[in-house]
């Protein structure tokens, strides 16, 4: 998943997008409400990590023109403001959920899960795909038992492709959800992703629709 984190407190910034990433998401960070709002409009992000005080305007105003505009990118503020009024007033205006810091990273980490658990209507703990078995919460992968070690963007890959296996996946909507602002994307990289994928879990575990993309088989 592509995620979004607006922070102005660079070290805070700079934890949270570890942590994110650790977790298989792609994740793109900025520090102003101008940015919020220029990145939240050239891309379809899975989630917004949202902080309030940002030094150019109040991140309510990017969470309001999202749902002016109709788009439902679910946002979790992320702020220091922790009064009542406060907290309703970023749900009122649309947030999914709402964070105060100083907060555990780990708990961060779960809000975001099942933000995206809920938004994505994905609530099984398993997924089958012939011998092939996925536990999201874990990250677990095996075939016919045995656990298979995949890197980070191999997990983003099989689980942007997992989620929805009835839909064909793009290349280009598949970079979206492996990288981030910044990182260097070769022209084959989803290929190469793909190529590792069925190395390690067998050849039909991806299918290629050639001209469209790529979708689950079954391994």
């Known amino acids: 998943m592509r995620l979004l ?3 102005d407190e660079r070290d805070l910034a700079g934890a949270v997008a570890d ?11 900025v520090a102003t409400l101008d ?43 992320v702020t220091a403001r ?14 999914d959920d709402y964070l105060v810091k100083p ?4 708990e961060m980490l779960a809000r975001v899960a099942a933000i995206l658990r809920r938004i994505d209507g994905d609530r099984m703990p398993e997924r089958w795909f012939g011998a092939l078995r996925l536990v999201p919460a874990t990250r677990l992968v095996e075939v016919d038992g045995i656990p298979v070690s995949l ?29 981030g602002f910044g990182d260097e994307v070769e022209s084959n990289a989803i290929e190469a992703h793909v190529s590792r994928l069925r ?12 001209g469209f993309g790529y979708r689950m088989g079954q391994a």
């Open 5 to 7: 984190v607006v922070e």
């Open 19 to 29: 942590h994110l990433r650790a977790a298989s998401h792609a994740v793109d960070v």
């Open 35 to 77: 940015e919020a709002m220029g990145a939240a409009r050239a891309v379809a992000y899975a989630l917004i990590l949202l902080d309030l005080a940002l030094p150019d305007g109040e991140g309510l105003a990017l969470l309001r023109d999202l749902r002016e505009r109709g788009d439902a990118t679910p946002v979790l503020i």
């Open 82 to 95: 922790d009064r009542i009024t406060e907290r309703i007033a970023g749900l009122e205006a649309g947030a």
């Open 103 to 106: 907060y555990d990273l780990d």
């Open 151 to 179: 890197t980070r963007r191999e997990w983003a890959v099989l689980d942007r492709l997992s989620r929805r296996p009835d839909l064909t996946v793009g290349r280009s909507e598949l970079e979206d959800a492996v990288y």
């Open 199 to 210: 190395a390690k879990l067998g050849h039909g575990a991806v299918e290629t629709v050639r």
